[in-house]
């Protein structure tokens, strides 16, 4: 099953000219609390869901991800924008209307996979957790963290 919203088209343009115009991600200042991590500011996305097939604009598929090989079936689903529930809440708008996730359904597509790139990852991975690395190399230390947009 495949769908193509007008807005998923609308988003390859868009990456594609701000690939053009060589936007790079800058970082804001920090706040002084220790809690607090820097702002990236200027990130390039794409719009994706879960289960998509490639486009003519791309053959890359998510019906896997670089932290979940069977991220499609352990989500519940094909995530297809078109097919989510008619509501006005955005609560509803954002989840699909023919099944109930089992994985969360707010999801962004990180520029970095930490599993592949441990070394770089414990530099840039502010909450690095190295005995959680040691205990398993092949769990995500990104998956389940909240991200402001």
């Known amino acids: 099953m ?3 919203s007008g807005f998923h088209l609308l988003a390859h343009v868009v990456v594609a000219e701000a690939v053009k115009s060589n936007i790079s991600p800058q970082t804001a200042k920090a706040p002084e609390s220790s809690a607090s991590f820097p702002v990236k500011r200027n990130i390039v ?3 994706f869901w879960i289960g998509q097939g490639g486009t003519s604009i791309s053959d890359t598929t998510n ?3 670089a932290w979940d090989s069977f991220w499609k079936k352990n ?4 995530d297809c924008p078109d097919q989510r529930k008619d509501a006005k ?3 509803e708008a954002s989840l699909p209307r023919k099944f109930a996730p089992t994985l969360n359904p707010f999801y962004v597509a990180l ?5 592949a790139f441990p070394k770089k990852a414990r ?5 690095w957790d190295e005995k959680r690395f040691q205990k398993d190399h092949f769990e995500s230390q990104c998956k389940g963290r909240w991200i402001m947009i």
């Open 63 to 65: 019906i896997k991800s």
């Open 111 to 115: 520029p970095f996979n930490d599993i």
């Open 2 to 4: 495949f769908c193509l």
């Open 123 to 127: 530099k840039w991975v502010y909450w």
């Open 75 to 78: 989500f519940g689903g094909i």
């Open 89 to 91: 809440k955005f609560r």
């Open 45 to 47: 996305t794409t719009y």
